[in-house]
């Protein structure tokens, strides 16, 4: 893969969800470029194993418990929100406790970080947040209320984050994947085939990529490389924005 130029040397960065998947390959990409990396994830073993391996730092935080994001380190240069999760169900059926847990980690989670580093991003005169969303932060899927409605409301969170930032220095952008090959997809696909009574591989050729023009997951390292283009100097106008990976999905 070809990798874009972008030095953090002398940045600290901090990515939520950094134990595995997308979170894990952010946060090994912008070690690459040079950032400090504060590898934050509610598994501690996890955020353990990539701060080892990428010379960061491991923190342990449950998002969905508020409050522990004040002990989070705020004095960061680059922010992102990574950490999701998934629940699948007809709406009568939706469990209404689950949709409040996602829209807290998903959403007021964010909220609350962007909040905390504004100040010290402003002061540097320099910062960039980037939201980890989904092609379902702009269009829907049926069974998936509450994270479609959580990744809305991440990209409305983001462009009024663009706003206010203009002119601080800050930029504030949404990466938008279909699936990517992750934990978080493989336990989708699981839940989708019982849901529908079909095999896994059926699950992802004939309802994950029936709308994609390429038929194939997204790989990690394919959004951490988006990530880190938008930290980059060519990316400095580039706010307020979602950067859609999808094969070709919201094409139609």
């Known amino acids: 893969m070809t990798t874009v130029s972008v030095d953090l040397t002398g940045r600290t960065a901090l990515v939520t969800g950094a134990g595995s998947g997308i979170g894990r ?107 980890i969303s989904s092609v379902h932060g702009l269009i829907a899927s049926p069974y998936k209320a509450a994270y479609v409605a959580a990744k809305h409301g991440l990209e409305g969170l983001s462009k009024v984050t663009a706003l206010e930032g203009a002119g601080h220095g800050v930029t504030s952008n949404c990466v938008n994947p279909a699936f990517v090959r992750t934990p978080l997809v493989d336990r989708q696909i699981a839940d989708q085939a019982d849901l529908h009574g079909i095999p896994p591989t059926e699950v992802i050729e004939k309802i994950m990529l029936n709308r994609a023009a390429i038929k194939q997951l997204i790989e990690p390292s394919d959004v951490a490389e988006a990530v880190a283009y938008l930290c980059s100097p060519p990316a400095s106008l580039i706010t307020g924005s979602s950067i859609v990976i999808d094969g070709g999905w919201t094409a139609h």
């Open 25 to 131: 390959a952010c946060a090994t990409r912008l070690a690459a470029a040079g950032a400090e990396v504060l590898v934050v994830d509610v598994d501690e073993r996890s955020a353990k194993e990539v701060a080892a391996g990428i010379g960061g730092r491991a923190l342990v935080a449950d998002l969905s418990e508020l409050d522990e994001l004040d002990d989070l380190p705020s004095e960061v240069d680059v922010l992102i929100n990574n950490a999701g999760l998934q629940v699948v169900s007809p709406l009568p059926d939706f469990p209404p406790d689950r949709f409040s847990l996602i829209q807290r980690v998903m959403v007021e989670a964010p909220f609350r970080l962007v909040r905390a580093v504004l100040p010290h991003m402003y002061a540097r005169g320099w910062g960039r947040i980037v939201n």
